[in-house]
């Protein structure tokens, strides 16, 4: 069978039709040019200090989000799994930052975390005999 048969099946039709482009069918949801323009600026999450960078609106819609802070993404799902137990938003986000001040300290010094965490059991364990 030849090329030629291909070709003579082709309708007028066909002719018509305009080629596909990538660039037809464009996403809605992509940025446009003027979002895409604005410049992304490094921000520390106020848990645990990881830097990201961010552009300033995607930093304000955050911060609106979680009391006026800067909170990275983990953060905010670690926010959201203490929400699930039915806590206001600032306590269950006052309560992770807390999580991640204690684990902090674990990292920069392990032995002296510790020893704070002995002296927190022996005083628990001083109170329940009281």
């Known amino acids: 069978m030849s090329l030629d048969f291909i070709r003579n099946t082709t309708t007028a039709s066909d002719a018509s039709v305009e080629p596909r482009s990538i ?16 410049v992304a600026t490094v921000v520390n999450c106020e848990c645990c200090g990881l ?3 961010c552009t300033r609106s995607y930093v304000a819609r955050v ?5 006026g802070r800067w909170v990275c993404g983990l953060c905010s799902e670690a926010v ?3 929400l699930r137990r039915h806590v206001v938003k600032e306590e269950a986000l006052r309560a992770h ?4 001040r204690r684990f902090s300290k674990v990292a920069a010094n392990p032995a002296v975390a510790l020893v704070g ?3 927190e059991i022996l005083r628990r364990e001083s109170n329940k005999k009281l």
């Not at 911060?63 to 009391?67: D, I, K, M, V």
């Open 23 to 38: 660039f037809r069918h464009k996403d809605s949801s992509l940025p446009s040019r003027s979002a895409a323009s604005e």
């Open 51 to 53: 830097a990201e960078e």
């Open 63 to 67: 911060r609106s989000g979680f009391c």
């Open 80 to 82: 959201a799994e203490e």
């Open 97 to 100: 930052m807390e999580v991640c």
């Open 117 to 119: 965490t002995m002296v």
